[in-house]
C-alpha cells in the first residue's frame, strides 16, 4: 500500500488558486506532524508548512497570507490551500507525516505532485 496519496496539483494562471491532498495509508498510526514542502526545478527541498497534531501551524515566509495547511485527523488527511498564487510557487509539491507504521517510527513521503503557475 503506498504511503501518502497526493492530489491537487495543476496548472493555474497568476492570483488563482489551487487545493493540494495527502491522504495517508491506514498502516500510518500515531500520526504526529504533517506537512508540505517543495522543489522547483534546479533547486533544493524547502518547507512550504507544517501542522502538528494540536493544530498549530508553521509557514516558510514566501507563502504567509497565501497558503492555509489544515488536516482531518479523522482521515489522516493533510490538504494546503494555495491562494494568491505567483510564478515562484511553481514546483514539484510533497507531503510528509511523521508517523509509526509496518517499521516503526518513520517520516514517510507522498510521490510529488506538480503545480505550474503561468499564463
Known amino acids: 500500500q503506498v504511503p501518502l496519496v497526493e492530489s491537487g496539483g495543476g496548472l493555474v494562471q497568476p492570483g488563482g488558486s489551487l487545493r493540494l491532498s495527502c491522504a495517508a495509508s491506514d498502516d500510518i498510526g500515531r500520526i504526529n506532524v504533517m506537512g508540505w514542502y517543495r522543489q522547483a526545478p534546479g533547486k533544493q527541498r524547502n518547507m512550504v508548512a507544517i501542522i502538528n497534531t494540536g493544530g498549530i501551524t508553521n509557514y516558510a515566509d514566501s507563502v504567509k497570507g497565501r497558503f492555509a495547511i489544515s488536516r482531518d485527523n479523522a482521515k489522516n488527511t493533510v490538504y494546503l490551500q494555495m491562494n494568491s498564487l505567483e510564478p515562484e510557487d511553481t514546483a514539484d509539491y510533497y507531503c510528509?507525516?511523521?508517523?509509526?507504521?509496518?517499521?516503526?517510527?518513520?517520516?514517510?513521503w507522498g510521490q510529488g505532485t506538480q503545480v505550474t503557475v503561468s499564463l
Open positions: 510528509y507525516v511523521d508517523g509509526f507504521g509496518t517499521t516503526g517510527w518513520a517520516r514517510y
